[in-house]
């Protein structure tokens, strides 16, 4: 590797040993702690000048800490003489808030992305963006990396008989399109009308599902409202089994209560953000997105494509 150096916040460590395992290269030696008041303080105990530097660190819950270690590890990277630093962040907080929905509302998206420029990073390496206009919030590279190569993976394993995928609503569409695609499935959209922020009035399904066994794909589940919205409309629909599947598992609240309460035969999600005990239960599966991360700095070091990956 081209003098290749991997940090790591507190928000998924678990994560970066593993991207490091695979890349063969040892954890950097950093130490991300608080002040007594709740100051985050960095210190790199290693030598990096002159080095090609990537942090990893999801800017998950809690997301104001993690995201003020991500600026102030980058910033403490920069004043170190690092060659180069790209901010890896296989989950984008803010993510939702992309544009104007009401007058008087921030973009907060872009504000986050303006910090994360100016904080002194070289380029972004990230995982499954909400939408993905949001690269354009960068006044740097941005290299976007989709977890459909993992998942199609799981579910080809799998062998399951007469698929539909489903998008839970119409800005899903595009994504879940790309994964039916690979599964050679069938389409079907979830018409979502919403009473406000994280609450579903109603739901209809778009597209014939009966009878087969549907997998709802969205690119992350936060309070699980809509999911179980999607699934209660898909089994009066008829479909025999109902599997669901999110790159990031946010999964805030009574989520976990709810997914154990509903229909769903499989969750399955990545390692993006790192579930608490008290999150894991045996209808969710977590898949590993360490290998397609570290094959990607690999080859971000190494100033190869990265797009080839998902050809």
Do not use: W
């Not at 609503?169 to 979502?192: Q, T």
């Not at 999150?279 to 898949?287: C, D, E, R």
Request: hydrophobic share 45%; with cysteine; charged share 25%.
């Amino acid at each position: 590797m081209n003098g290749l150096k991997v940090f790591s916040g507190n928000a998924n460590l678990k994560l970066a040993q593993d991207i490091c395992d695979y890349l063969t290269v040892p954890l950097g030696q950093a130490q991300v702690t608080k002040f007594a008041d709740g100051e985050i303080n960095v210190q790199i105990n290693e030598n990096i000048r002159g080095t090609d530097c990537f942090i990893i660190q999801p800017t998950c819950p809690p997301v104001n800490d993690n995201l003020m270690e991500l600026l102030i590890m980058i910033d403490a990277l920069s004043r170190a003489s690092a060659r180069r630093i790209t901010a890896v962040l296989p989950y984008y907080g803010y993510g939702r808030q992309d544009r104007k929905v009401e007058p008087r509302v921030p973009i907060t998206a872009k504000l986050v992305a303006n910090l994360i420029v100016s904080s002194g990073v070289s380029r972004l390496l990230v995982l499954d963006l909400h939408a993905g206009q949001i690269q354009g919030f960068f006044d740097i590279p941005v290299d976007h990396l989709y977890s459909t190569p993992v998942l199609v993976k799981y579910f080809k394993k799998k062998n399951i008989p007469d698929i539909v995928v489903v998008s839970p609503d119409a800005g899903g569409v595009e994504r879940a399109r790309a994964f039916a695609k690979r599964l050679e499935a069938d389409l079907a959209v979830g018409d979502k009308r919403r009473s406000g922020p994280n609450q579903v009035a109603t739901m209809n399904i778009i597209g014939n599902v009966e009878g087969k066994n549907a997998i709802i794909f969205d690119d992350m589940i936060d309070t699980a409202g809509s999911l179980i919205k999607v699934v209660e409309a898909l089994k009066r629909e008829k479909v025999l089994n109902v599997y669901a599947v999110a790159t990031h598992p946010v999964l805030s609240g009574t989520a976990i209560e709810r997914i154990n309460n509903s229909a769903i035969k499989k969750l399955i999600v990545t390692d993006s953000i790192i579930l608490s005990d008290e999150k894991k239960t045996n209808k969710i599966k977590v898949l590993s997105v360490a290998e397609l991360l570290g094959e990607a700095i690999a080859r971000i070091n190494k100033e190869e494509s990265v797009s080839t990956l998902f050809i």
